[in-house]
């Protein structure tokens, strides 16, 4: 039985790990928080999880590398240096990382991917998401990934187009831009939701999270998934089936 160890234990996250890889009837190797040995569990797992923090992630590939344990990363908040992190353990080991371990997101970025480049650029693209108030990074991870969705359907790079936080006198929109809005407050899971504006017609495409479980179900699917895979970089898509 497929033995897992969570980075981030003792969080939201973590404790819903640790729920769903007993219903689903494998095993919890243990886990660690801020100050823990992430090689000593890396030795005692399969794979790894990661929900924690982005302070986490190199000493955490380093020690799944070292034991050549592939890693699922879910934490968010992760910069481009991060993102080298993750390509250099793949060299290694299987990895994979997503802002949204559920399927419904999974399936949510292929129908924006699709819509955004059956539309085409006349159409705005505006990204809403709403979390609880302990959320630390803004926009949400999911919230970026869904914006990539969209402009891989434009063919363009995000960056160069992203919008975030518009505050004063921020000008008209320019065409091609896709905006981000976040909302923090309550006990939200998380609500994403996609507009599409055009010319005296809106197309809105939505995924609200009733309960994190659904991350941690997911997160545990792909943990069993990655264990058979090659080193390499991997999305939820693949472990879904659905085009990226
Ligand atoms: N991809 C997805 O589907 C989802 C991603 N997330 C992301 O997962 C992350 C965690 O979310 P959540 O569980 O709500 O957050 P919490 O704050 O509840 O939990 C974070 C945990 O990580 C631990 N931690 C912090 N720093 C380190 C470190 N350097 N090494 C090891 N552990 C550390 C914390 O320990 P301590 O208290 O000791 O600091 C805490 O136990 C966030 O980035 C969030 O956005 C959340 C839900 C779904
Ligand atoms: O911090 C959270 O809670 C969540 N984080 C992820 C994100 O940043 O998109 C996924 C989910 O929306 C919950």
């Not at 992430?38 to 380093?62: M, R």
Request: proline share 2%; hydrophobic share 45%; glycine share 12%.
């Amino acid at each position: 039985m497929t033995r897992i160890g969570i980075i981030g234990s003792a969080g939201r996250m973590g404790h819903a790990l640790v729920a769903a890889i007993a219903a689903a009837d494998l095993v919890h190797a243990g886990g660690i928080d801020k100050g823990g040995d992430p090689t000593a569990l890396a030795v005692a797992s399969d794979v790894l999880i990661d929900f924690s923090s982005p302070h986490a992630l190199e000493a955490t590939l380093d020690a799944a590398a070292t034991a050549g344990k592939p890693i699922v990363v879910g934490t968010t908040g992760l910069e481009e240096r991060h993102h080298f992190l993750l390509d250099d353990a793949s060299k290694d080991i299987a990895v994979l990382q997503t802002g949204n371990t559920s399927l419904g997101v999974t399936l949510l970025a292929a129908l924006v991917r699709q819509a955004a480049a059956s539309l085409g650029p006349d159409w705005d693209i505006e990204i809403v998401e709403t979390h609880h108030r302990m959320k630390l990074d803004a926009p949400s991870g999911t919230a970026l990934l869904l914006g990539q969705a969209a402009a891989n359907g434009r063919e363009l790079a995000l960056d160069s187009h992203k919008v975030s936080g518009r505050d004063g006198i921020t000008g008209a929109r320019t065409a091609g831009d896709i905006g981000f809005a976040a909302l923090r407050g309550g006990t939200v899971a998380g609500d994403h939701n996609v507009h599409f504006l055009g010319e005296q017609e809106r197309i809105s495409l939505s995924h609200l999270a009733e309960d994190r479980s659904i991350f941690a179900r997911g997160a545990v699917k792909a943990a069993v998934w990655l264990c058979r895979q090659r080193a390499g970089r991997y999305g939820m898509e693949d472990v879904l089936g659905l085009p990226a």
